[in-house]
């Protein structure tokens, strides 16, 4: 009773200290919520003035974007941007040809490991370019154009998931094999006239290929797109480690197995009969042949003026998707794909185009000086339509070719690259033994009883 008397004057108490402190300080309960109205007003017209502000700001944005874009689609812009990839791709085809990397042998013999041309020209181009991207990723001028590119290249993944590169990455394996080519080297084919213009079918097959997938996009997004998009889709962004730390170590790995491949398999062994024999006429441009390595620095290099031309990594399959895009000539026939309808037009689809036809006369120019124009043996005809359709079906279904993914999408980092560089491997390893233990009899070159 006494506890039960005591609160309850205490309460009386402190109920009384309170109307004397709202006296002596003049207002009441509601006087504050007047108050605190009156600061809600004012705290309103301050935010309201703040989002004026901003959206001042972002309309300020907004237009210097738009002029940005006005400024980068005048045609003189447009002619120099793709004026350098067409060079780039010169440079590119000079490379593959005198490597002879893009011989059918090269790429058939590496798939069965009995030459290692093909992996040696990959290597110096992957860790050339990778220590290029390290370079201009930590140079304050240079570092947003590589995070754009970057951020460009993995945006293509939106709706891939492991499966699905993992898919592609095989079928264009199977299709470089049976095809011996890949949607880089049949260009430097098409200049040397390899086979009399045998690639010319090849090319054919990559067409439909890409125009095929066109239609199967629908399909592919969605019954294998995964369920919930990558929220992460770079090495450094699992590991954290500086892209640079990275970089560094993919380049010395690079470099240190290129050194161990050409102390055990010299590069002039390697070499077809025909050519070994004239390795030692000329210099330069009149040499038949080039290190590896050195075609393979070359490569590298271009992607610096890829990504300073057009601020895109060096790719080539979906030039063959912008090239069959031409087919649908009306807006009905564009309804009917939407996914081709996208790469019809803008230089982001056709710097590749103009890319792939310097690659042609790169190849050409280097041909003709070397004397070796027509020298190179070709492949059937039927393997050759088919392998380009199966190879290019493959790099659109898993969003890039050996370029694309093994020299842009590994230099940037990209996980999914990684996984589709492997299967490639393991889809042309698979084709090769397959054939070769089908028809050893016909010649790695012909596959005849396909």
Wanted: proline content about 3%.
């Amino acid at each position: 009773m006494k506890d039960a008397a005591t609160s309850t004057g205490e309460k009386n108490m402190e109920t009384l200290e309170i109307k004397d402190t709202t006296q002596s300080n003049g207002t009441t309960g509601i006087d504050e919520l007047q108050h605190s109205k009156k600061n809600g007003k004012s705290s309103e017209k301050k935010d309201i003035s703040s989002l004026d502000l901003e959206m001042q700001r972002g309309n300020d944005d907004n237009s210097e974007m738009i002029e940005a874009q006005k400024d980068d689609t005048r045609w003189w812009k447009v002619l120099l941007k793709l004026t350098c990839c067409f060079l780039a791709g010169i440079v590119f085809g000079i490379a593959l040809e005198k490597t002879r990397v893009f011989e059918p042998s090269s790429i058939r013999y590496q798939f069965l490991y009995q030459k290692w041309i093909m992996l040696k020209v990959f290597l110096a181009a992957m860790g050339t370019g990778t220590l290029c991207f390290a370079v201009i990723a930590h140079i304050p001028a240079t570092k947003h154009i590589f995070e754009k590119a970057r951020r460009a290249y993995y945006a293509c993944f939106a709706t891939k998931g492991v499966l699905v590169v993992s898919i592609g990455g095989f079928l264009l394996g199977a299709g470089m094999d049976l095809s011996a080519a890949c949607p880089a080297m049949v260009l430097a084919q098409v200049g040397a006239w390899v086979g009399n213009g045998q690639a010319l079918m090849t090319v054919f097959g990559c067409l439909v290929g890409a125009f095929c997938y066109g239609f199967c996009v629908p399909f592919i997004d969605k019954y294998m797109a995964p369920k919930k998009p990558y929220e992460k889709h770079l090495v450094d962004e699992y590991v954290n480690w500086p892209f640079g730390v990275f970089a560094a170590i993919l380049a010395v790995c690079c470099g240190g197995v290129l050194f161990v491949l050409e102390w055990f398999f010299p590069w002039e062994e390697e070499l077809e009969e025909a050519v070994r024999n004239r390795t030692g006429e000329g210099q330069f441009m009149t040499a038949i042949a080039w290190p590896p390595y050195i075609g393979g620095i070359l490569i590298g290099l271009l992607q610096l003026a890829i990504i300073f031309s057009v601020v895109d990594t060096m790719g080539g399959s979906s030039s063959y998707t912008t090239i069959a895009s031409q087919v649908l000539v009306t807006k009905r026939m564009e309804s009917w794909s939407p996914y081709l309808t996208k790469f019809k037009r803008g230089v982001g689809n056709w710097w590749q185009v103009m890319y792939v036809c310097g690659a042609i006369v790169g190849a050409l120019i280097s041909a003709i000086c070397s004397n070796s124009l027509a020298m190179v043996p070709g492949i059937g005809l039927v393997s050759s339509f088919f392998g380009g359709f199966l190879m290019l079906f493959g790099a659109r279904f898993g969003s890039g070719c050996t370029s694309g993914h093994g020299l842009s999408g590994t230099g940037i980092l990209a996980l999914l690259s990684f996984v589709a560089v492997i299967m490639m491997f393991v889809g042309g390893t698979c084709f090769a033994f397959f054939f070769y233990a089908l028809d050893v009899g016909a010649g790695l070159l012909d596959y005849k009883t396909f």
